[in-house]
T-cell receptor
Framework: NAGVTQTPKFQVLKTGQSMTLQCAQD?????MSWYRQDPGMGLRLIHY???????DQGEVPNGYNVSRSTTEDFPLRLLSAAPSQTSVYFC?????????????FGSGTRLTVV | TQLLEQSPQFLSIQEGENLTVYCNSS?????LQWYRQEPGEGPVLLVT?????EVKKLKRLTFQFGDARKDSSLHITAAQPGDTGLYLC??????????????FGKGTKLSVIP
């Protein structure tokens, strides 16, 4: 089924470790983004990309890096994990100029940093 | 500062009751989207409203976009246990790159008791 695939589903990291959260979509969407969801804070934008080779920062980018080498993939890298990065991370994609179609979200990665 | 204020934050009602969720902002949006999220899953788009004053119906759910495109409401008639979930509103703002970004409210957690 077409959609957004995120891996892994769950991850536990020690403080200072690095890891990459994977996100892939097969809908040929140009726009992709990463959000984190925390209790009482809602969904907050980390980074986004309007196409291959183009990325930009969102509301809470510190501690995270992204790259977009292909239309399909948009990985999120944590270079040195901190307990404050414990959260549920969602990747989303959409056609770029038609907000009426909305975002398609992945099922999320639950990350715990100890 | 929260761009989108969503209320109420929590709502617990009996099956068969009606309810309304509100989403308010001081900003004018290109469109307003409503999502529903179930535990362990990503948000799923319910509807997008684009025109000021627009009303859309999805079975027992009625969505309205304010005339000034700053606020929206979701009304559920005769709520059922299957309506239980987290309801999120999101405002779309077009960026200079020709794409748009979504800003989310903090969500309304609805519980419908049989």
């Amino acid at each position: 089924n077409a959609g957004v695939t995120q891996t892994p589903k769950f991850q536990v990291l020690k403080t200072g470790q690095s890891m990459t959260l994977q996100c892939a979509q097969d809908m040929n969407h140009e726009y992709m983004s990463w959000y984190r969801q925390d209790p009482g804070m809602g969904l907050r934008l980390i980074h986004y990309s309007v196409g291959a080779g183009i990325t930009d920062q969102g509301e809470v980018p510190n501690g995270y890096n992204v790259s977009r080498s292909t239309t399909e993939d948009f990985p999120l890298r944590l270079l040195s994990a901190a307990p404050s990065q414990t959260s549920v991370y969602f990747c989303a994609s959409s056609p770029p100029r038609q907000s009426r179609y909305g975002y398609t979200f992945g099922s999320g990665t639950r990350l715990t940093v100890v | 500062t929260q761009l989108l204020e969503q209320s109420p934050q929590f709502l617990s009602i009996q099956e068969g009751e009606n309810l309304t969720v509100y989403c308010n902002s001081s900003s004018v949006f290109s469109s307003l989207q409503w999502y529903r999220q179930e535990p362990g899953e990503g948000p799923v788009l319910l509807v997008t409203v684009v025109t000021g004053g627009e009303v859309k119906k999805l079975k027992r759910l009625t969505f309205q976009f304010g005339d000034a495109r700053k606020d929206s409401s979701l009304h559920i008639t005769a709520a059922q246990p299957g309506d239980t979930g987290l309801y999120l509103c999101a405002g779309a703002l077009y960026s200079g790159a020709g794409s748009y970004q979504l800003t989310f409210g903090k969500g309304t957690k609805l519980s419908v008791i049989p």
